[in-house]
């Protein structure tokens, strides 16, 4: 059984910019006192587990730790199965230390070349961590194709190359508030939220 939140301070333990916008926003009708991992000058854990869930747990639970509060961890990542579902777990990796999500856009259409199969599922893992080792556990995802060439400037990493099912524009021509009632993160949060806020 999930724990629930009524801690007024939560870590996000995200250093990405992007992902920090996005989850803040998401957090925002529930007046929680927000303060990044970054901010507080903790450091980035390494990413060794093998799933988005054991990822999320990790960064969770070393924010949770060196922070004594609660700390909420998003690991997330393109999966495309015609590439053995790569990048996946390496998503951020793939656009090298500078974070270069047009390289790593490059990368997966390089590799799509000669593919008929362009379907992709964004996947979203939350973990939410407490001082005390307790740990709850999120997973959402979005179902769509990869475009032949990215669209749009909105949102961050992959979105402009990912067109969701049911819609014609990719999530980086897509507002951002829509985005947010319908994405991977999304569908996560509001299982988090489900769990963790209501009675």
Same mark, same amino acid.
């Given at each position: ?9 939560? /870590?996000?333990?995200?250093?990405? &910019? ?5 989850? /803040?926003?998401?957090?925002?009708? $529930? ?38 509060? &609660? ?76 475009? /032949?060439? &990215? ?6 990493? $992959? ?16 507002? &951002? ?23």
């Amino acid at each position: 059984m999930a724990r629930r939140f009524e801690s007024g301070k939560l /870590v996000l333990a995200s250093h990405n &910019p992007g992902k920090l916008k996005e989850i /803040v926003e998401l957090l925002a009708p $529930y007046g929680i006192d927000v303060v990044s991992a970054g901010a507080l000058g903790l450091p980035e854990p390494e990413e060794t587990e093998t799933t988005f869930i054991g990822n999320a747990r990790l960064k969770a639970v070393a924010a949770a730790t060196a922070a004594s509060l &609660p700390a909420l961890a998003d690991d997330s990542g393109l999966e495309v199965m015609a590439i053995d579902r790569d990048p996946g777990i390496y998503s951020a990796r793939w656009a090298g230390p500078t974070k270069d999500f047009g390289m790593a856009m490059g990368k997966v259409l390089d590799l799509l070349k000669d593919k008929d199969d362009r379907r992709a599922r964004f996947v979203s893992a939350l973990a939410l961590a407490w001082p005390d080792g307790h740990c709850d556990e999120f997973e959402g995802d979005v179902w769509g194709e990869i475009v /032949v060439a &990215p669209r749009g400037t909105k949102g961050f990493g $992959y979105d402009p190359i990912f067109r969701p099912d049911g819609y014609d524009i990719t999530f980086g021509e897509m507002d &951002p508030q829509k985005k947010h009632e319908m994405s991977h993160r999304a569908v996560a949060f509001r299982q988090f939220v489900a769990a963790c806020f209501k009675s």
